[in-house]
């Protein structure tokens, strides 16, 4: 057991007794001494709960708070003193400012007991600052740990703060599973206070804390839960923060960019600016980062007006042609959501070089993979017949085959998504189905996934208006039978009228007719038509519906 004198909580105590007995002798700044009076209650309170855990005089947090409230008491037990004399030997002006500087001191050790008592890690014992002591689960010891640095980060010195953001950082940076324990334990709202008034250092490191939470998927909600307090703090980052803050700034604005909400504050406070600065000038992966923001708010109608007052499509298309591969691919999405829908933006994008630089990214695309959003972008702007005609003038039919026929589903899908918007045009139609658009899609009409059946058959049924396509479906055997397959109620969240529409345009054949029904066509029709899709009735008609039905009855 600890003497008296080297006990810290005995001690204080004996300090808390002192200054309370001399505050009464006290002959100068009486008002600003029943400040300190009051402060003297709360602290008393503190160290009777700090004597109620066993850890207090070991736990290394406690130890150190406990020896700035000795400190901070000795030095206002002096003060005291030099206050019960009517001449003030200092001055007044100089114990004035001692007084303030005293109770200053006994503020931020009472709040910093507050925080350290509410943490839980005094009911730990133990040093507080090692893993795993207390626990021999390595979860535990995570919790322990967690606990201990968030601590760590509200009281204390700066040097002290700091150095417990770096090996927060080193914690979070080891696997998902500690960022998830971390902010269970309550991390992220004491880090978004600490971007209110910390250093630049501080800061930046605050940055980098955040934007690992916002990459792991069950902590996102918990960002998102700080709403415009943070989203203000890290616009300002994008503003006057290092090109490393930057850089993690916009990755963890790429979580909070989803809503419409924010997407909204970030538009109406200048981010989309600032964003736009970094995809011209900031580090390669500042530029990824931000273009994936701006893709992200790009999806939003509202804030299409801020991109055009900000001339963002060429920083995009500028982006887009030099940036490093994911930058272009982020910068082409970019595009492609902010041109959806919006006939002078597409005009706008062609005027301004971007065909070019789509055909560039395009055969220089180091996978068949990144070439999802060139494709979207791609039956964006053919859904524009005059830029469709364009398109096609360029090349694009042939490169739109080769990837009708590639390994990855998501390209498959945008392309017959893409052959769909450029059959509007009869010339096209024509066009791409002599350079062999039919077969990859009738292949498609038996993929796996509805998606693929949907966009394919969707696709079709604009070529077959064509008849000289027609004839190149029929030519395919398996190409009937598969469109009558898609008609099968089963298949579920599959828009029925375009297989319908593909057979319609097919039935004019007797011998097409005859394989529909061999395929059973008027089985699936008869409930198609109660769904009321639109063309059904006709289709079933068409197929001898009376006849078919008197046979088999």
Not at 100 to 126: N, T, Y
Not at 183 to 200: H, I, N
Not at 394 to 420: H, K, P, T
Not at 447 to 475: C, I, T
């Amino acid at each position: 057991m600890k003497a008296p004198e080297s006990d810290p909580i005995v001690l204080s105590t004996q300090l808390v007794s002192s200054l309370l007995e001399e505050i009464p002798l006290v002959q100068n700044f009486k008002g600003k001494w029943v400040l300190i009076r009051a402060k003297l209650d709360d602290l008393r309170s503190q160290l009777g709960d700090f004597a109620d855990f066993s850890g207090s005089v070991s736990n290394s947090l406690s130890v150190d708070l406990l020896g700035s409230v000795s400190a901070a008491l000795s030095d206002a037990v002096s003060l005291a003193r030099r206050c019960q004399s009517h001449n003030l030997a200092e001055g007044k002006l100089r114990t004035q400012s001692d007084i303030d500087a005293v109770l200053a001191k006994l503020d931020r050790v009472v709040k910093d007991g507050e925080i350290l008592i509410r943490s839980g890690v005094l009911q730990e014992g133990g040093a507080g600052g090692s893993t795993g002591v207390s626990s021999s689960s390595r979860r535990e010891a995570v919790r322990s740990e967690s606990r201990n640095l968030i601590t760590r980060l509200q009281i204390g010195s700066g040097e002290s703060r700091n150095s417990a953001m770096d090996s927060l950082l080193e914690l979070l940076q080891e696997d998902d599973k500690n960022v998830m324990i971390a902010v269970a334990q309550g991390v992220v709202p004491v880090l978004v206070r600490l971007m209110d008034s910390s250093s630049a250092e501080m800061k930046e490191k605050t940055v980098a804390a955040i934007s690992r939470v916002s990459v792991v998927d069950s902590s996102k909600h918990v960002l998102i839960a700080e709403g415009l307090l943070l989203l203000n703090h890290l616009l300002r980052v994008l503003d006057s923060g290092s090109a490393f803050a930057k850089e993690k700034a916009c990755v963890a604005l790429q979580a909070l960019s989803l809503s419409k909400e924010n997407a909204r504050a970030i538009g109406s406070r200048g981010g989309i600016a600032s964003l736009l600065e970094i995809c011209q000038a900031g580090t390669p992966g500042s530029q990824a980062s931000a273009a994936e923001v701006l893709r992200n708010l790009a999806s939003f109608p509202e804030i299409k007006e801020n991109f055009i007052e900000e001339n963002g499509v060429v920083v995009l298309l500028g982006l887009a042609s030099s940036g490093t591969v994911l930058a272009q691919e982020n910068a082409i999405g970019c595009l492609r959501n902010l041109v959806s829908d919006d006939e002078s933006l597409k005009l706008s994008v062609v005027k301004e070089g971007g065909i070019e630089c789509l055909k560039n990214f395009w055969d220089s695309a180091p996978s068949v993979r990144s070439l999802e959003v060139a494709v979207d972008l791609l039956r964006h702007l053919a859904s524009f017949p005059p830029v469709a005609e364009v398109l096609c003038s360029e090349g694009f039919i042939a490169r739109l085959v080769g990837v009708l026929n590639c390994g990855v589903l998501g390209v498959r899908i945008a392309a017959a998504r893409a052959v769909f918007e450029l059959g509007f045009c009869s010339r096209t139609r024509k066009e791409m189905g002599e350079c062999g658009c039919i077969g990859p899609l009738i292949k498609m009409l038996d993929g796996k996934a509805v998606e693929e059946k949907e966009a394919a058959a969707k696709a079709l049924s604009n070529l077959v208006l064509y008849p000289g396509n027609r004839k190149m479906f029929r030519k395919d055997e398996k190409g009937i039978v598969s469109a009558v397959q898609l008609l099968d109620p089963s298949i579920k969240n599959l828009d029925k009228k375009y297989p319908v529409s593909l057979l319609a345009s097919l039935s004019h054949s007797k011998r097409c007719r005859k394989h529909m029904v061999a395929a059973g066509a008027s089985a699936y029709l008869q409930k198609v038509v109660e769904m009321e899709v639109e063309g059904s009735k006709k289709l079933l008609e068409s197929l001898g519906r009376g006849k078919i039905w008197g046979v088999f009855g």
